[in-house]
């Protein structure tokens, strides 16, 4: 077995893959997440997985909690004697490259989603957008070329923010809803409520930048790119979902961080 894992700022995700001879891959086990809250709680989870799931061949890790968690995840396949491969976003890879100034600075989340939507449109350019704890919206071009990309708060964060930042909106100074999970069905354009109307202030807003953005991603590219006449807009991330009802004409792919972990398994372990 093949571990694919990735692991963000607020969720481990995880898949396993199996290849008879090389030549195919599936993903299996798509929707495995679990929530974390700091990087010794995702180093327990992640003890648990290996511990359910052994014998495990080789993991491919793609994480966002920087250097200190390196060092602590390696030790800890070393401990079970696993082959890990951590995966790093880089000037070039994989047949896409990046303009970041400073490649090693740009999310390797955000790498290895880019990786997979470009693949996933057959060479053509595409915009990503990836919808979890912060909202990144990355555009490549025909050659593979990541032009850059921008980053917003994510829906919770976004509420958390003015919650905590303004506590007299809730109920006179009452903090005790501040973190009240979002609802989206009492998501509304007319909120009779404080509470709901934040969330639905946040949910409604970060829709429209999404795309109002890309809007004029797709315009700056095309006009500078006479290969590129139409640009898929593919949206993914664990608030994928909840966005979608209110992004016409976007791709849905939520798992895109994992196809294209599956790609680069694939490309490592290929005889």
């Known amino acids: 077995m093949i571990l694919l894992i990735d692991i963000g700022n607020s969720r481990i995700k995880w898949a396993s893959i199996n290849s008879n001879n090389h030549a195919q891959i599936i993903i299996e086990n798509r929707s495995n997440q679990t929530a974390i809250n700091h990087q010794s709680h995702a180093l327990t989870i992640l003890e648990n997985i290996i511990q359910t799931l052994v014998p495990i061949q080789k993991i491919f890790m793609v994480h966002v909690l920087g250097g200190v968690f390196d060092t602590e995840i390696k030790r800890l396949m070393t401990?079970?004697?696993?082959?890990?491969?951590?995966?790093?976003?880089?000037?070039?890879?994989?047949?896409?490259?990046?303009?970041?100034?400073?490649?090693?600075?740009?999310?390797?989340?955000?790498?290895?989603?880019?990786?997979?939507?470009?693949?996933?449109?057959?060479s053509k350019a595409c915009i990503v957008i990836d919808c979890g704890t912060a909202i990144t919206i990355d555009t490549v071009n025909h050659l593979g070329e990541h032009i850059g990309g921008i980053i917003l708060p994510g829906l919770s964060l976004c509420k958390e923010s003015l919650n905590n930042k303004a506590k007299n909106?809730?109920?006179?100074?009452?903090?005790s809803q501040v973190n009240h999970p979002i609802e989206l069905d009492k998501t509304t354009l007319?909120?009779?409520?404080?509470?709901?109307?934040?969330?639905?202030?946040?949910?409604?807003?970060?829709?429209?930048?999404?795309?109002?953005?890309?809007?004029?991603?797709?315009?700056?590219?095309?006009?500078?790119?006479?290969?590129s006449t139409k640009i898929n807009k593919i949206i993914c991330g664990g608030d994928a979902k909840v966005f979608y009802p209110l992004l016409s004409g976007y791709q849905l792919k939520v798992d895109l961080v994992m196809d294209g972990l599956a790609y680069i398994a694939t490309e490592t372990v290929r005889p």
């Open 169 to 175: 909106l809730q109920n006179g100074g009452n903090s």
């Open 190 to 227: 007319f909120a009779t409520d404080t509470q709901y109307g934040i969330q639905s202030g946040c949910y409604y807003g970060l829709a429209g930048a999404i795309r109002d953005i890309c809007q004029k991603m797709e315009k700056t590219l095309i006009k500078c790119d006479i290969h």
């Open 79 to 122: 401990q079970y004697s696993i082959p890990l491969q951590l995966i790093y976003s880089q000037p070039r890879a994989y047949g896409i490259s990046t303009h970041y100034l400073q490649a090693s600075k740009l999310g390797a989340d955000r790498f290895v989603a880019m990786l997979a939507a470009y693949r996933s449109q057959k």
